[in-house]
């Protein structure tokens, strides 16, 4: 069990891909522009993840080492294809917002990374499960932060959901500030580099707390 | 065969399977799925044109009824589409796909769509990289602007006043986007000029 926890923890948190790791940054400061993009291109990279993670595991037993790199990118490739043909298919005017991007997973390191480090050395189980939750953790900073562009640089939250769940998702639109006249620089690359720097200087004062109050809860158990 | 080139040869052996494999299902996917998302382009397309003239005013394919044309008044050096919308086989208005070369930071795309008798049915921007909360006012669902065309012709207003109001015309220019505007304007115009000259040849 604590091995699963482990693979929780280390991808929602202690080695999140985007604010630990700091992989796979170029969609995640492209696309996070609004909450409806990041959670598409969160959930796309987190399926590429699973199914990337999963056929590595599977294979890594015949797989030479030599040509172990090759054969990873085959599959990354054509999981990342396959969802870019299933979301043409299904999601289509998603797909057209950003169409780049999803050809883009392919080069999106944090993949490859877990199918070297973690996929081909572990049962496809805790593959999967891996790919999850480095998925996950991917999808929540990508939503945090576009949840943050969104509500600074548009005054809204959870505009156009109908891309993605469709037709009757419009309710979910929030509009927080009335008359807004929206705030530029949040929309614009600077905005995602400032706002992922921002939530990276949280996690840190966040686990700096974290660490200081285990260190000054010891001497207290000591005496 | 010594043992490299035996490895060498299960490796290329191995890595050929896998791409073949790899290659089968992305195909597979492919022809499970081009069906449907040939239908998303053609309805995409047909979304679009249909915010620009109302689905009562024709009946025929506008996927289908279309043709290619090359024209310094639309765009340089490149094919533009022309959508041609008819009623029972008469012409009705035609959907003119046209780039402005000159906005703030580079081409805008246009739809200009033109009612038979020379009067603009609306115009749409599709394709744009101006400045967003600025320029970008542009397009139909960030401001009402771009209705402003709807209504007017080659005489209505006179050639000199097709321009925007800084300019000594008749158009307002968006706020802090006159660039924008003027080549959005520009754009326009000369797409009902194109149309004056061919209007004929082109529903042919």
Redesign the interface.
Known sequence: MSLYKNIINEGLWKNNPATVQLLGLCPLLAVSSKVVNALGLGLATLLVLVVSNATVSLIRNFVRNEIRIPVFVVVIAVAVTIIQILMQAFFYDLYLLMSLYVALITTNCVIIARAEAFASKNNVLDSVLDGFFMGLGFTVVLVILGAFRELIGFGTLFQQMDLLFGEGAQWLQITVFENYDGFLLTILPPGAFIGLGLLIALKNVIDNHLKQTVNNDLPQTAT | MTSISK?MF??AV??GI??IA?TA??AF??DK?QQ??AD??RN?TLRKLHDLISPSIHDNDLNTDVIKVNDPLLARDAEMTVYRARKNNKPVAAIIECIAPDGYSGNIRLLVAVNYNGSLAGVRVTEHLE????GDAIEANKSDWIHIFKGKSLNKPGSEHWRVRRDGGEFDQITSATITSRAVVKATHNVLKYFKANRESLFN
Do not use: Q
């Open positions: 490895n299960i490796n191995f890595l896998f791409t790899g299902i992305v996917t492919h799925t449907r998302i998303n382009k995409h400045t967003p909360g600025l």
